[in-house]
């Protein structure tokens, strides 16, 4: 029986990582981005969503679960994007460490003003998010706020490194500030925008171009004959472009791109797994230019 | 005598507090309705201003007398001597007046009316007025915020079949299976038979959250056909040690994949048999729950349960409804033990096996004759083993399009009883030794976003032996075919339409049946997340 204990001990001493790094688990490749950026050589980061799919419908994988027993801080999206899996893998981890309210749990909607809030909670709406829209981080300024913010968590739980994380985080921001006015001046004048979620009102917003529509009849309900109907019949003979996510269905968007002479684009709503600051910033271009494409 | 006394006593200090009550109640009113109060304060303030004003004009006269009498002389002179003894006779009076309002007015502060809420009015209820507290009574609260998460989950099921709706006893009594008896409740959570036309299954109340930054209670109530039952009602440790949850209370056991799944979270209308049958439905029961998630890079997770056994085909201590055939056996009775294993797989897939083994240290079952008459007492060990088995794939596509679910389980039960006591024709101590076992394996596709077709087969029974006092009788198997069409139209409704296709073995005689279901299963309101 000692022999057992011991052995288990032995093994799982071999198995702790002996590097001082801080252990990070991101919810989605965007907040993995961000933790990246900051943290640098300091930290691990693993992904528990991968980009293509949506964040809203995924499963509480055990591999999830694998990953937040061993971490040391979560960064999740918050204001409920993950509410149908994060909080049951968080459960299933049963690490003291990650709770919500612990130095371990850092969730960018705290951390900013979202917009769209004070919704009523009414499931006949569709999925709303009562709390605000969670789909900021389409937004660079407001990533470049939560960055600041991580920066400071990451600084009160690996100390000596404080200062590196603040100054990556300022050059992130700093980055995003020198593009913020191109980015507006490129997109001024676009006519507008139909998205396919409500997860694209945050970089409309940012840009200053109106969005037009929703090819969601409601938020979580997949587009019907007649809301596209009225969507063309509300929108013919203006201006505009259609854009939505690699996880969308195509035929709404090219029915109504169709009917209405416009572009429609698909594009990654989330950056590339091993995403960098750099990435983030090029994954903008993309969409500024998607949304600008319209006004020339 | 003594009795009597205390009575006497008893009755002498209630008249005597009444009375008292009375006195100290009366005392400060004296008569005076609340109302007569409120005006006699109003009249007390208004009078003392009144008071205020002629005494400081008294002041004001009395202090320019001297300065006039330095310049007056003769009648002048005593009429303004004769101003300055009236004047200060007249403040005398006018000071009396005032310590004699004042003290009544202090007197008065004591007495309840209904100045904290504005001046009493002739239609308010006299003597029901708060005590002026002199500030805000409010409180500062957050009212209901600290409600925990509720869902309700209405199941409703149109149910047909075309054994004159006999198809769940059908199975219930499958030959080798039905030699389990139901003394009252069944020990396990049936969520089984179903009339022919319209049920309203349950409904599933489920409440949870944080009770304080160390424990977190679900409760999970079904009201169906029974009333109100506690489907699930526990207490887990949310910080206990890294790694380490303790459950207690009212829980479905973690052995297997399927059995610590709520009907809401079923890929079928009804349970697979091989639950069904060697546990009665669902091992839910009593007892304390130990998992342990070491940080291993693998998913691995082991747990133990000591659970006091109150399931009939598993642990059961029959002695409360047969205290003539059997004596009680303490509980906890049943002890069990999982362990799940899951690789890395990458995010478009997810594997996880499992072990699971329980063993009951007691058990005790009745075997009843056709009449309904009690033939034989059992009483002995009882032991399973399970292994269980899924896979899943995450295909990308929009709600649930393409992606597969493939799960499998197989359990095994053994029994090894004994006659007990009782009228039936065997002697004491003759050994009755039962080893049954069952295996379902079930798909589920997502044939286009928010439909799924699913499939399912069951078979209980590969290993249906029994032997007693050493002659074996081997049994048939039963077996199921399941196909059920759902619809999501969200992730908190779904309408599904089911067909299954059964042979059960009924006294040595082979029993086909159909089934339909139509199901309705709604969840409203916040519902925590489920796992894996």
Redesign the interface.
Known sequence: MTTVVAL?FVL?AM??PAAAEVRVVASTSSMAMLAREVGGPQVSVTTL??P???PH???????M??AL??ADLLVAVGAELE??????AI???????I?PGQAGYFEGAAQIDLIETGQTAD?SRG?VHPMGNPHYYLDPVRMATVARALAARLGALDPPHKDAFAARAAAFSAAVDARADQWRRQAAGAPGVVFYHKDGNYIAAFLGVPVLGWLEPLP???PTASHLRDLVERLKSTKGVVLYNS???KDGPEFLSRQLGWKAVQLPIEVPLDATGATYLSHIDQWVQAISGAAS | MARDAGVRVTVCTLAWCLIALTLVEARPIRGRTPADIERRRAEIVDRLAAIDLELSAAADRLTGIPARMADAEGDARAALEKEQRSLLARRGALLDEQATLQTEQAELALVRTRTATGPLQPTDPQGLSPLDLGAQTGQVSSGQSFNPAISVIPDIAYYNDDVAGEAFDVVEEADGFGADHHDGDSGGHGHGALERGFNLREMELAFSGAVDPYFDVWATLAVGEDGLEAEEVYVQT??FL????LRVGRFFSGVGHINKQHPHQWDFVDQALPMQALFGGTLVDTGLQV?W???????T?FGLEALQGDNERLSHDASDVHPDLFQEAPGPRLFTGFL?V????G??H?L?GGVSFGRSRRHQEVVEGVDGAIDESLEGETWFLGTDWVW?Y?S?????RGDLTVQGEYLYRKKDLAVGPGPGPMPPGTPVVSAQDGLYAQAVYGIA??WTLAGRVDVIGLTNRVETGGIVSEYERTRRYTAALTFNP???SRVRVQYENGRAWNDGRSVPFQQVFVQFQMSLGVH?????
């Open positions: 288990m799982m198995l702790t969503a991968p293509d799919r949506d419908y995924l499963l509480a994988r055990p591999s679960m694998v027993r061993r509410i149908g899996w994060l909080p049951a459960q299933g981890a049963s690490n003291p460490k709770l499931r999925d979580g309900i997949p996880f969308h269905p | 949310r910080k890294p790694g380490v949850q998992t998630l070491p940080s291993l890079p693998l998913y997770l799940k899951s690789p890395d797989i995010f478009a997810a996880q899943r995450d990308a596509r929009p709600l649930g976003s928010r969200t992730e908190f925590g997340a489920h796992r894996f």
